[in-house]
Every structure is written in C-alpha cells, then in structure tokens.
C-alpha cells in the first residue's frame, strides 16, 4: 500500500461534481472520508461524490481497499468500490453485520443480471478492474467478475506456474458459473492465463462459449524464442527445421545477455528471469526495486508517453512500477511474471478464439510459423485499427462495444444450438 501525498490535494469545488457536498457525520462516514482524501488527493470529500468522478482509478481502488481493511478489520475487495462508489455506500456495508463471503481470486464488478457472467482476465500486473466507461457497453444482464492474482492482498499464497493460476481460476469461475455458457475476456499478457484455462476446461469435457484475447503478448521466453525463429528465411521461404534451430539459439543468447547485465549490476552470473534469481538476495532485491533499479529506461518510457498525452494503460503501468516494494503486492506481482516467463502452451489448441490485434501487432500474424499461428490455428482475427494501449484498455466505451459484440454472437450461436 503506497504512502499518500498529502500537500498536493486539490478542493473539492475544482471538480465541478454533480451532486451537492454532504458532510460526513458518524465515526465510520468520517474515517471512510479521511482514507478517501488521502488517496485521491480531493478536499473535502462528500458522502455522495463518485470515487470515479473524484479520479479514482485501478490503483486508487487496491490502495484504499486495503487501507480501509486494516482500518476497520474487513476483508474489503478493490472491486467493491464499483457497485459502493461513495462513502455513504461504503460506511453502510461497514455498518451491515451480514457481509456477504467473497472469493479470493475474483473481484465482482457487477452483481446483477440475468444473462451469464463474463470473467476478465488481468494482464502482466495481476488486477483489472474496468472503468464505469468501460462497463456501460457491457449489456446490463450480464454480471461481471475480474479475476486478481492470489498473494496480491497479502492474504493468500500466491502462485508461480500460469497453469496452477488457470486452475485457480477456473475452479473459481465454475463456482459462481457452474454450467455453460461462459465467456471470458483476457488483457494482454493474460490471454496465455485464457489459453490454459481452455486447454484444463476441454480435459474436463467443457467447452468455453466465447474466449476474446485482446492483443496477446509473448511474456513467454520460449515463445519469444520462437517468434525470433519464425522471422528466418532460406532462399526467400521459411523452414521449420531452421526456425527451430534459431529459436534455440535466440533462447540461449537472450539467456548469457541478461546473464552478463544481472553480473554488472549485482556480481552474479544468473538469468533474472529464471526460477534461481529469487534465491539470490542481491538479485531479488534488484528485480523487487522496479522504478529505480530494474526498470529505469522502462519508466522513462512510459513517463513520455504520458507527456505525450499517451498515458492510458501506460501510466498505470509507471504507477504500479514505482509503488512496488518487497511486500505482498510485489511479491504476488514478480512471481506472477515469472509464471509467464516460464510458461509454454505445448500443443496448438484448435478452439475458435477471438482475436483482437492492434495495429503495433497485426505483423506477428503474417509468419505462418509464429507462435501466435502455430498455437492458435483456429483463432479468428478481429483489427482493432488503434493503438496496443487502446486495444486492451478496460477504460473506454469503445473496447468494451468490441467485446460485447464478440460476446453477444457467440451466445446467440449457443442458443440457437440449443433450440
């Protein structure tokens, strides 16, 4: 939990909210408010303003949920503050005696509906919580669930291997959706977490309705590996021989350069992204220390952009780097990429997965012998025509239209079936 600034809070009044300041009365209306202000930098709150009209986003939401679970002794979800937006809202269930138990790995975005749920699969850091914006292209009858990573509030074991990670899930998706249809949405990074979830699914006999993957990336090292090769070329055609050749060699020289970078920086001949560096003190305390150690010309990166006007996702990557210590967060966090680091999907799956590619990515898909082609054979490809940020960004009207769209077809196909 990050540490609020306190001498940069802007009054109330500059935000032109639509609704008139009601002042907090009760003890927990009052401790509500004071964990509120802290956070988004707003004074003085009201009990009826919108923590998404005060500025509240993703991190706001993780910062000010733990903060108001060790204030009051709760257990009090992000996700929560999506359906409890105000501080009236939040002191009322404070309040309740009967609250309702909550699964670990899964944040309610929305509770009503009397469609099928749809389950949101976070990316490289482990939580997605979409934007109100966001949500009001997704049809009122579904409700919607987002899954975080164990470990990420400190109060469970967090896990290191993607395929323990989609039987987490998975076991958690059939306890709130215990029979089809199910559709679900994967962010990035996590749609190899929805590609492993299918493969577990279909070993059980179950077939998903509708899985979207929003420009996947290869976190994968043998993946990358593999995508390096599938850009090879003899005598202007490709071979799989000789892909698979340089793949290998690709693994092993990205291996010795990251090998040799980890030995500058900390004296130890280890590749940072293999299961030993986190044995290492020296090591672990530079893969930990994101904003100032391990990832420098990264957030400088990032910091442009969003100078740039570019900020999106972006920026709330900057922000997640820079507030990681050597805590639960990070902890959850670091092991959660290692899980993409090491993990490889094996064999092609032939399931029809939407496919949404920017435009940074649509190239991948030309190789035929790129990991993308070769283990989603059947996957059914949808341009976004706009930016990676804004393809996966769980932020605006227009990628949620996409998804409901894509959601809404594939239910219509089931149903139809079944008729």
């Given amino acids: 939990m990050t540490t609020p600034d306190i001498s940069t809070r802007s009054p109330r009044d500059a935000l032109a909210l639509p609704v008139t300041y009601r002042e907090p009365t009760s003890a927990a209306e009052s401790k509500v408010s004071d964990i509120w202000q802290e956070y988004l930098k707003v004074e003085p709150i009201g009990l009826d303003d919108d923590f998404f009209d005060l500025g509240g986003d993703s991190l706001n939401a993780v910062d000010m949920s733990l903060a108001i679970s060790e204030k009051f002794g709760v257990d ?125 699914m279909r070993n059980m006999n179950l077939e998903p309705q509708c899985v979207i993957l929003l420009d996947p990336a290869l976190q994968s090292l043998q993946l990358h590996a593999e995508q390096v090769g599938s850009r090879v070329r003899l005598f202007g055609k490709q071979s799989a021989a000789l892909s698979g050749q340089v793949s290998k060699w690709a693994f092993a020289y990205a291996s010795q350069k990251r090998k040799f970078r980890m030995f500058k920086k900390t004296g130890a001949w280890i590749d940072p992204k293999l299961d030993e560096a986190l044995q290492h003190p020296r090591v672990r305390k530079r893969l930990y220390g ?74 991948s898909w030309n190789k035929p012998l790129s ?30 239209q996409r998804i409901q769209t894509l959601i809404s077809n594939a239910l219509d196909q089931f149903y139809s079936a079944k008729n």
């Fill in 76 to 200: 009090f979800k992000p996700g929560f503050l999506l359906e409890m937006n105000t501080i009236a809202a939040v002191s009322k269930w404070l309040n309740d005696d009967e609250k309702p138990a909550s699964i670990g790995n899964l944040i309610c975005c929305r509770k009503s509906g009397e469609g099928p749920p749809i389950f949101l699969i976070h990316g490289y850091f482990g939580v997605a919580l979409p934007h109100p914006e966001f949500m009001s292209s997704i049809d009122q009858k579904h409700p919607v669930h987002a899954f975080q990573i164990r470990g990420f509030d400190g109060k469970d074991e967090p896990f290191d291997r993607l395929e323990d990670i989609a039987k987490d899930y998975l076991a958690s998706m059939l306890k709130v959706q215990p029979r089809p249809p199910w559709s679900i949405v994967a962010f990035c990074e996590g749609s190899w977490i929805a590609f492993e979830m299918v493969r577990q």
């Fill in 290 to 363: 994101f904003s100032k150690a391990y990832s420098g010309k990264y957030a400088a990166k990032l910091k442009q952009r969003a100078s740039d006007g570019q900020g999106g996702l972006g920026t709330l990557n900057l922000e997640m780097h820079n507030r990681f210590d050597d805590g639960a967060t990070a902890n959850a966090s670091v092991l959660l990429q290692y899980a993409f680091w090491k993990y490889h999907p094996g064999k092609p799956q032939d399931f029809p997965f939407d496919l949404v590619i920017s435009n940074e990515r649509k190239g």
């Fill in 371 to 400: 990991p993308f082609n070769v283990y989603l054979p059947n996957r059914r490809l949808v341009q976004s025509g706009e930016s990676h940020n804004d393809t996966i960004s769980s932020m605006t009207r227009q990628s949620s």
